[in-house]
């Protein structure tokens, strides 16, 4: 079994609006996955640095950032990034180009982790419905036109507040959503704008969200978590 993960860290700026990359660290150790997508990971502008040093990344965690960043000082692209035990061995990685008025990617990665194969697809979708199941579109053909099928996971922040409509229903139609729960606002849950969706080949042994202390304040999204095994 495997331990995915999905966080929109808000570039480590807490809901007490202080940024602190060692506090979000914490968390991350909290839910303690085998794989985590994040979402804005990096600076907005500039040299579009990551928020988390990677010395910190190094020394302080078991997990390493899968190489896709476009920028030497980046973590991640376009704010998104896979983190990976270090044991894990990355088969293949992709930057995923999609349609937007403003700049968006999504990010994949093939992964072996223990005897385990697995491809994990990380997201950040626009607020706008249109856009959304534009992008929505773009990430499921690139898994369909992928040269290998494995067993997949899409997760992070889709920004979507219906229930079943929209990229939902994209993404629904051949993929399966952990039952995780609302993650936004953090100190008020109420919308489940971030989700963990898996293909036919796994099947959704337990998921939650990370409600704690330490994730109450560390970002305005709560991270979202799901436990996976072969179908």
């Known amino acids: 079994m495997i331990k995915i993960a999905s966080y929109n860290m808000r570039k480590a700026l807490g809901t007490d609006r202080r940024r602190r990359p060692e506090r979000t660290l914490e968390v991350l150790r909290e839910i303690d996955a085998d794989v985590i997508a994040l979402q804005e990971c990096d600076r907005r502008f500039g040299q579009r640095m990551g928020v988390i040093p990677e010395h910190m990344l190094e020394e302080h965690t078991d997990w390493r950032a899968v190489p896709l960043a476009a920028r030497a000082q ?39 982790i223990g005897g385990m194969l697995l491809r994990a697809v990380g997201m950040h ?16 053909s690139h898994c369909d036109s992928a040269a290998r099928a494995m067993p997949t996971v899409l997760m992070g922040d889709l920004n979507e507040w219906s229930a079943a409509s929209g990229c939902l229903r994209d993404f629904a139609r051949h993929h399966r959503f952990a039952a995780t729960g609302p993650s936004f606002h953090a100190r008020r849950p109420v919308g489940k704008l971030d989700r963990i969706m898996a293909s036919p ?24 978590w799901a436990v996976v095994d072969r179908a």
């Open 125 to 140: 979708l626009d607020l706008s419905g249109l856009w959304r199941r534009k992008q929505a579109a773009a990430i499921l």
């Open 201 to 224: 080949e796994l099947k959704i042994v337990d998921a939650g969200v990370h409600d704690t202390a330490a994730a109450r304040t560390a970002s305005d999204h709560l991270p979202i």
């Open 74 to 112: 980046s973590m991640g692209w376009h704010g998104n990034a896979l983190l990976i035990r270090k044991s894990a061995q990355v088969l293949d990685c992709e930057r995923i180009e999609l349609p937007a008025l403003e700049p968006r990617g999504a990010v994949s990665a093939d992964l072996r």
